[in-house]
């Protein structure tokens, strides 16, 4: 089964600032899909980001970007402004067939 | 309006006893799964299916099973061979993108 690691169980970020969390995962696939979701007090799931592994170009989402290394096997978020609202677990996860996630990180923003 | 259910939101259950969680989504999505979240951790997949009449073990399927009759449903039932069942449990359909629902937390005492 492919695997996805998160190294940093806990984040902080001071508000406006930006923050990067990471991702790398194992697989001997080409093609395959990366996601980061947000799980808020709430625990609802929701999804941040997305990225297709056979485009080169980073997808980016308003103050959420991604660094994708496909060779080196990485997925790292970027949130640019944090805001207080951002506080939350972030999960990676990569898709290919089923869906497996990573352990998650912990992110506080402080004021 | 389209979107994926889960119920009930809080189950509680004698040690010993089947419980099945519910799952619909009317997304017209083919693909479904569970997982299970424990505290602080991330969510490690119990099944999952692509289609309807079809279904894969994931990481963690022991003591769990789970049907596909209906496109729309996916329920999963949590046997009393599961040895630590209290959990936090999503269940997800899929599209391009995933989408969740909000959740069962099953406590059995």
């Known amino acids: 089964a492919q695997t996805v690691t998160q190294s940093q169980p806990e984040m902080s970020v001071q508000e406006a600032e930006t923050v990067t969390l990471s991702c790398t995962y194992d697989?001997?696939?080409?093609?395959?899909?990366l996601f980061w979701y947000k799980q808020p007090p709430s625990r609802q799931m929701i999804l941040v980001i997305r990225?297709?592994?056979?485009?080169?170009q980073n997808a980016t989402e308003n103050r959420f970007s991604v660094n994708f290394q496909k060779a080196a096997k990485s997925f790292s978020l970027k949130i640019s402004d944090s805001q207080l609202g951002d506080a939350a677990m972030y999960f990676c996860?990569?898709?290919?067939?089923?869906?497996?996630f990573g352990a998650g990180t912990r992110l506080t923003v402080k004021p | 309006d389209g979107g994926i259910t889960q119920s009930p939101k809080y189950l509680f259950r004698k040690e010993g006893q089947n419980v099945t969680l519910s799952c619909e989504q009317n997304l017209n999505h083919d693909a479904m799964y569970w997982y299970r979240q424990d505290p602080g951790q991330g969510l490690r997949l119990i099944y999952y299916?692509?289609?309807?009449?079809?279904?894969q073990k994931g990481d963690i399927a022991e003591g769990y099973s789970v049907s596909r009759e209906k496109k729309e449903s996916f329920p999963l039932t949590v046997t009393s061979a599961q040895k630590n069942p209290t959990a936090f449990y999503l269940c997800?359909?899929?599209?391009?993108?995933?989408?969740f629902g909000q959740g069962t937390r099953l406590t059995v005492v």
């Open positions: 299916s692509q289609i309807v009449n079809d279904f």
């Open positions: 996860a990569y898709r290919r067939g089923d869906m497996r």
């Open positions: 997800a359909s899929e599209g391009t993108e995933a989408f």
């Open positions: 990225q297709e592994a056979y485009k080169q």
């Open positions: 697989t001997s696939e080409s093609d395959y899909y």
